[in-house]
């Protein structure tokens, strides 16, 4: 019997950046690598890095390593990125279409499927092999392709109607770059995605550094 | 005497969030908000809220609520965003443009001043009213242009190479948005923003409300 874990959202966050660097190391042609590489590699205690992979399970052999590929596999399945999401992202402006663009959703497993626009100009337009469909079209694009992720890349004033839009189409997950709180129903998660923290962070710190 | 005060991290991610809930408020012509209000505006408990202001002094009257204009003012300064850092973005593909583009760097205090790029045909296109240097000039351009933060978008393979060549010209912080750990001089600043962090955290929700 599969038991229950609580894991912590800290945990949750450094899982990606674990399998970004396994994914490097397996690039490598390497097959092993010890907590403390891994550690060196991404700045991360091998301490914390043991103690967060043991929440899982055992993927590792003592004074060895862990095995690249299977823990790649175990920490892919955690996440959830063996399920082939498929994603659309509404609102192709710069944000938009460098969004488009993200190579990691490949890396990650993840399907850029549909984009949409308002704009008429925009709407018809191919960026990264997909074309632009109008809005107003979404509730038959995202059941047609299946799409389980919007991403909200839209000017904060329009980000609600969108997200209502998404919804409604049927989508399961919202990725918000909105700089603006979100409401969803309750079986709808979301992700906030606020560049104004990372850069007031970065701001809060050179300002303690240089005081 | 002013006390040394040690903040979370988790507090300091949150103050940049009451700093734009508060400008929203201001623009709408009000002058004071209670915790409740502002907690329903961005989904944080009242409690919560109070808690972190507290930390860094008495902001609010009990029973009225926080006077917006001095908090705003407060948690500004805080976060050093009345210092005017001067920004350089590197590397003008579909990120750096979004980024170069991005409307919070001013209502958060921040001058956009340089972009760079290596390849010869973005080199002296202009973005956002700003001519792209070649990041061959980084040198001159920083210390004429006086910048403290270097935003690297480039790709993962140039992210340390021009982070780097942003150190030895003299900024002061790294914004890093290449999926790449990036080493630094101690006495620089760096935030790390990985966007397959917050996509990973979704998909990791979605595998466990679908399950």
């Given at each position: 019997m599969r038991q229950k874990v609580v894991i912590s959202k800290a945990t949750?966050?450094?899982?990606?950046?674990?399998?970004?660097?396994?994914?490097?190391?397996k690039e490598e042609g390497r097959e092993i690598i010890s907590s403390e590489e891994l550690g060196r590699r991404l700045g991360i205690t091998p301490e914390q890095i043991r103690k967060d992979l043991a929440s899982f399970g055992q993927f590792g052999k003592k004074g060895v390593g862990?095995?690249?590929h299977e823990l790649m596999r175990n920490i892919g399945e955690i996440l959830g990125l063996d399920n082939n999401w498929n994603i659309a992202v509404v609102g192709i402006g710069h944000l938009g279409a460098a969004l488009a663009n993200y190579q990691n959703f490949i890396t990650l497993g993840f399907n850029l499927m549909a984009l949409f626009d308002a704009d008429e100009d925009v709407v018809g337009t191919i960026v990264n092999k997909v074309k632009v469909d109008h809005i107003n079209d979404v509730n038959q694009v995202v059941k047609e392709r299946n799409i389980h992720i919007g991403v909200i890349a839209v000017p904060a004033p329009f980000a609600q109607e969108v997200a209502d839009k998404l919804v409604t189409a049927g989508v399961t997950g919202i990725w918000n770059f909105a700089p603006r709180?979100?409401?969803?129903?309750?079986?709808?998660?979301?992700?906030?995605?606020?560049?104004s923290v990372g850069l007031s962070n970065l701001s809060y710190h050179i300002t303690r550094k240089l005081l």
């Open positions: 949750i966050d450094r899982l990606p950046l674990y399998f970004r660097t396994l994914r490097v190391t862990y095995y690249v709180k979100i409401v969803v129903p309750e079986h709808i998660c979301i992700v906030n995605e606020d560049l």
